[in-house]
């Protein structure tokens, strides 16, 4: 085994054991709910937040900080790697944990609160920048009622970001961005088709006697 990858075994599957740590489901504990039988069914931040903007709120605490703290322990504290190459293997790591955990039968989360908390460990002044752009796109599409606000605000906060770090950054970091960016759209599959898709025909009269 190459010796770097043997340097980043441990630590890969570090960042995906805390990624996989359902907060969502624990920031319900003691409500008598479990997220994943209400609303959209998603372990994650925005479904919680539609029961709960208190638990919502230690749900956002606990996915941003598992993509975060993980990553930056390993990334910054123990100087794996050489540029932000090896944070991106390690952030993928988190971000795989939450959307396949273990303790939710491999059925998490769609990995934005998680991805985010990876972002601000690898560029914190850039993810300051996207953070307000997701917040006014988010605020907007719910005062607009859009459909789907929040995928559109998440999945089009990345590719704002990706664009971004192809521009100030370079092309290497901004093809991780981009593939973190295509994973999340897909992971958001079901909510573009519900977006996108064409509206159901009405039941015929024949049909509905």
């Known amino acids: 085994m190459p010796e770097a990858v043997s340097r980043l075994l441990i630590p890969f599957v570090v960042c995906f054991v805390a990624g996989s740590i359902p ?13 994943r039988t209400v609303g959209s069914g998603n372990p994650g931040f925005n479904n919680v937040l539609r029961v709960s903007k208190g638990r919502a709120i230690i749900a956002l605490i606990g996915d941003v900080g598992k993509g975060m703290l993980p990553v930056w322990y390993f990334f910054h504290l123990q100087h794996l790697g050489q540029g932000n190459e090896t944070g991106w293997i390690l952030g993928f790591a988190a971000v795989l944990g939450h959307c396949y955990s273990p303790i939710l039968k491999f059925n998490g989360g769609k990995g934005i609160a998680t991805s985010a908390g990876v972002m601000l460990v690898l560029y914190p002044a850039w993810a300051a920048v996207v953070l307000v752009v997701f917040v006014i796109v988010r605020v907007t599409g719910s005062r607009l009622k859009w459909k789907e606000a929040g995928a559109i605000a998440s999945i089009g906060s990345w590719v704002f970001f990706a664009l971004l770090i192809l521009v100030v950054v370079g092309s290497r970091d901004a093809a991780y961005a981009g593939l973190m960016t295509l994973f999340l759209a897909w992971r958001h599959k079901k909510n573009f088709q519900n977006l996108f898709g064409a509206p159901s025909k009405p039941a015929s009269l024949a049909s509905q006697r």
């Open 23 to 35: 907060f969502a489901v624990l920031a319900m504990a003691g409500s008598g709910i479990d997220i």
